[in-house]
């Protein structure tokens, strides 16, 4: 069976501070998907990013980048330089990509909170 | 292009009603799900079809039924509401799980059960 682990519930910062939020995934299958959305507090999920097994590549966009370690099952989000805009809930997630093994499997998500 | 559109965005239920939440989406996908969000529990799966009448339970199906008649529309059953269910629901589409984007969410709806 598939899992997700967002360890830390909830996060608080400074303005200006850089953050990680951590995600560990469990799967036997060698084919899967991380995605990890936004969920501001008007409540809608907004996606982020999407990264395959295969490409373990890190990811940087702005201020947010992603580093993606097959070797520890992990797929962890950093924040730099933090904005009160980024006060929001993360969730990461997992699918194995088609039929019924293609619906997303959350992690309970972090709240971050960013204070000016 | 309106993506996933949920109706009703808020609704109180009284013990026993039943009610059905709308969950639309003129992308062409083929897959879609509904999803629950409750405090410290992250998102969970209630049903998803991987096409029109094809579906099948998620995670915590009790209490609710879908049905998809079309590709366009997956409406989700309350049959006799609790308030085990007062949550907020989301319903979500994808024309390739593993793709770019994943899936699509709605706005979401949230529901008390009273």
């Known amino acids: 069976a598939q899992k997700v682990t967002q360890a830390q519930t909830e996060i608080s910062v400074v303005e200006k501070e850089d953050v990680t939020l951590d995600c560990v995934y469990e799967?036997?299958?060698?084919?899967?998907?991380l995605f990890w959305y936004k969920q501001p507090p008007s409540g809608e999920l907004v996606f982020l990013i999407r990264?395959?097994?295969?490409?373990?590549q890190n990811e940087i966009s702005g201020r947010y980048s992603w580093n993606f370690q097959k070797s520890t099952s992990s797929f962890n989000f950093t924040i730099t330089a933090s904005q009160v805009v980024d006060s929001a809930v993360y969730f990461c997630?997992?699918?194995?990509?088609?039929?019924?093994?293609?619906?997303?499997?959350f992690g309970k998500g972090t709240k971050l909170s960013v204070k000016p | 292009n309106a993506g996933v559109t949920q109706t009703p965005k808020f609704q109180v239920l009284k013990t026993g009603q039943s009610m059905t939440l709308q969950c639309a989406q003129d992308?062409?996908?083929?897959?879609m799900s509904w999803y629950r969000q409750d405090p410290g529990m992250g998102l969970r799966l209630i049903h998803y079809?991987?096409?029109?009448?094809?579906?099948d339970q998620g995670e915590v199906p009790n209490g609710y039924n879908v049905s998809r008649s079309t590709t366009e529309d997956f409406p989700l059953r309350l049959l006799s509401a609790a308030p085990s269910q007062t949550s907020v629901y989301f319903c979500?589409?994808?024309?390739?799980?593993?793709?770019?984007?994943?899936?699509?969410f709605g706005s979401g709806t949230r529901l008390t059960v009273v």
């Open positions: 979500a589409s994808s024309y390739l799980p593993g793709g770019d984007y994943g899936y699509t």
């Open positions: 799967t036997r299958d060698t084919t899967y998907y």
């Open positions: 990264r395959n097994s295969f490409d373990e």
């Open positions: 997630a997992l699918t194995l990509g088609g039929g019924s093994q293609g619906n997303l499997i």
């Open positions: 992308m062409n996908h083929e897959y």
């Open positions: 079809s991987v096409g029109a009448g094809i579906t």
